[in-house]
């Protein structure tokens, strides 16, 4: 479909392994979220992207988390070393324009992460 | 505190009930409000944007206190495909979303 694509949708990971989450925004789309939702929680902001450049990247809780846009298009969220407390959904989203009251953001699907 | 405050409910109503959610916020100097929807295990989407003025659609109206740094949803005649929870949402600068917690609505024959 023409929507925010994520994979993998599941990915069960061992404490320590490394991962990588991608994420396809909707073609054109200058604006790039990624998002971490926790089990009954409302989405936390990890970090955000105006086409290649990540503008705001206050929301990584740690240094073992890493996301890069670098051709302005499809993103990737990495997470070194993964610990139990990473077990979340990580939801990306995009939106038309490069930031204003004006754009609807769209999420994709998540990709749900469970670290055992 | 939290950024953004909302009741987690649930909140269990009959089909046909009226239902009303609130929550307030902090940040002060927040220009931009939503509501969004998110069913089990789905993406958030948006239900709709809240303005000062109120705004309706259809069965959903919207209203914004920014004296109260307050939001309301109100759901006229619910129906059984309104069950879902509902986030209350801020953006305080173009490139963040800061999310409530979520009200969970489950509406019962």
């Known amino acids: 479909g023409a929507g925010v694509s994520q994979s993998p949708r599941y990915k069960v990971a061992k404490r320590g392994q490394d991962v990588a989450l991608r994420c396809d925004p909707i073609?054109?789309?200058?604006?790039l979220f990624w998002y971490q939702q926790a089990l009954g929680q409302g989405p936390e902001f990890l970090t955000y992207?105006?086409?290649?450049?990540?503008?705001?990247k206050s929301g990584l809780p740690s240094d073992r988390f890493f996301a890069e846009r670098p051709e302005g298009s499809v993103s990737t969220l990495k997470i070194q070393r993964t610990q139990q407390e990473d077990s979340a959904v990580y939801l990306c989203?995009?939106?038309?324009?490069?930031?204003?009251?004006?754009?609807?953001?769209?999420f994709g699907e998540g990709s749900w992460l469970t670290v055992v | 505190r939290k950024e953004v405050e909302q009741d987690p409910g649930p909140f269990n109503v009959p089909e046909g009930a009226t239902v009303a959610f609130n929550c307030t916020y902090s940040?002060?100097?927040?220009?931009?409000f939503f509501w969004y929807r998110q069913d089990c295990r789905k993406e958030p989407k948006l239900l709709m944007s809240?303005?000062?003025s109120g705004n309706e659609d259809g069965r959903f109206t919207a209203q914004l206190n920014r004296a109260s740094q307050y939001i309301s949803l109100l759901i006229r005649d619910s129906k059984l495909s309104d069950s879902a929870t509902y986030l209350c949402?801020?953006?305080?600068?173009?490139?963040?979303?800061?999310f409530g917690t979520g009200t969970r609505l489950q509406v019962t024959l």
């Open positions: 989203a995009s939106s038309l324009g490069a930031g204003g009251t004006g754009n609807t953001i769209y």
């Open positions: 073609s054109g789309h200058v604006s």
């Open positions: 992207f105006q086409n290649e450049a990540q503008l705001d």
């Open positions: 940040n002060s100097a927040s220009q931009s």
């Open positions: 809240v303005y000062s």
């Open positions: 949402v801020v953006r305080p600068t173009p490139s963040k979303l800061t």
